[in-house]
């Protein structure tokens, strides 16, 4: 995972390199391997890199041709290569072979339609200086977190809500139904934080600010829950293997070794035995185990590894109280502190 921060002057007004600094330092942890900046006339963008693609030249960030259009980049575009082309036969050049540098070309190209073509996890922004417009997307299933605030004539947003409460313009006050939600469900609903004017941008929608126009956050996708009985019942599960293999092919591709978490259940267990097809070799998992026996599920995970793994390892863990969680983890704890995201 990769850390993302910015700040936008909605008035025209510079930005500072010591707070974009300060919001991307307490992201390290997000992204130990790089930093990087970019200051415009009335923009900035940080961001702490985990580097998986393309690690020598791969540096965010990111500009298009002639650098008035630039990208910071949380996730995985697992369908960039194929973008890549398509973009190269319409005449964009690259100087890298990241996925993060397809997302300036896909902007350049469809606007904010871009988000339609991608296939992955992802929380970007986009800025374009010469314009002076800001675009931020979040992907389908809203894997990779961003939040963001309007405040005091500025546009404020940042992988966690931490690297916002470095800004002196953002006020402490606990939204105490979102509170409520976090501690009864272990999630705040759709759009909202647990910080008083601070929204998350939610799964599947993009938002778009332009000089002398309101803030815009528009829905671009949404999950079909409509039945369909048109096929017998096998069709339905070649369907589903054909796009567990295919979503599993595509998330393999990196320029560092890859591996799977194991539980031992259905879901993790299908991943790796795809995976070990896929690469026609063992696959490294990965497992917690835990003391209480209602919560270890080792014997699982040790039956499919020894099917499908080259290597297993295994961690010990012991079961915690929420609260003796949150003490444990902070101060790096948040929603998007989970392994996923």
Request: aromatic share 10%; glycine share 8%; proline share 5%.
């Amino acid at each position: 995972m990769c850390g993302i921060a910015g700040i936008v002057s909605l008035e025209g007004r510079p930005v500072s390199r010591d707070e974009l600094g300060s919001m991307c330092d307490v992201l390290a942890h997000r992204g130990p391997d790089d930093e990087g900046y970019y200051l415009g006339t009335s923009a900035g963008l940080g961001m702490r890199r985990l580097s998986i693609i393309d690690l020598k030249t791969g540096r965010q960030p990111v500009s298009n041709e002639d650098g008035s259009i630039w990208v910071v980049f949380n996730g995985e575009i697992y369908n960039f290569k194929d973008l890549r082309q398509e973009l190269l036969a319409r005449g964009h050049s690259f100087y890298t072979a990241t996925d993060t540098e397809t997302i300036v070309h896909l902007y350049e190209e469809y606007g904010t339609a871009c988000v339609q073509r991608m296939r992955g996890m992802f929380a970007f922004a986009v800025w374009d200086e010469r314009r002076r417009e800001l675009f931020l997307a979040r992907d389908r299933l809203g894997i990779k977190p961003l939040y963001y605030a309007e405040v005091d004539g500025r546009l404020l947003f940042a992988s966690e809500l931490k690297a916002l409460l470095q800004l002196p313009e953002i006020d402490r006050r606990l939204n105490w139904g979102a509170v409520h939600h976090l501690f009864t469900s272990l999630y705040t609903p759709r759009s909202e934080s647990i910080i008083e004017g601070v929204r998350k941008l939610a799964p599947g929608h993009w938002l778009a600010w332009k000089p002398e126009h309101p803030v815009r956050v528009e829905q671009y996708w949404d999950v079909s829950f409509e039945p369909d009985y048109s096929q017998r019942e096998g069709c339905y599960a070649d369907q589903l293997r054909e796009l567990l293999e295919e979503s599993v092919d595509l998330h393999l591709v990196s320029d560092v070794p890859v591996g799977a978490f194991l539980s031992g259940g259905i879901d993790s267990s299908s991943v790796v035995a795809a995976a070990a097809r896929l690469t026609a070799g063992p696959v490294k998992t990965f497992s917690i185990g835990f003391t209480e026996r209602e919560h270890n599920e080792l014997d699982h995970a040790r039956r499919v590894s020894s099917h499908f793994a080259g290597s297993w390892k295994t961690w010990p863990g012991t079961w915690m109280s929420p609260l003796a969680t949150l003490r444990q983890s902070q101060p790096t704890w948040c929603r998007s502190w989970r392994p996923s995201t």
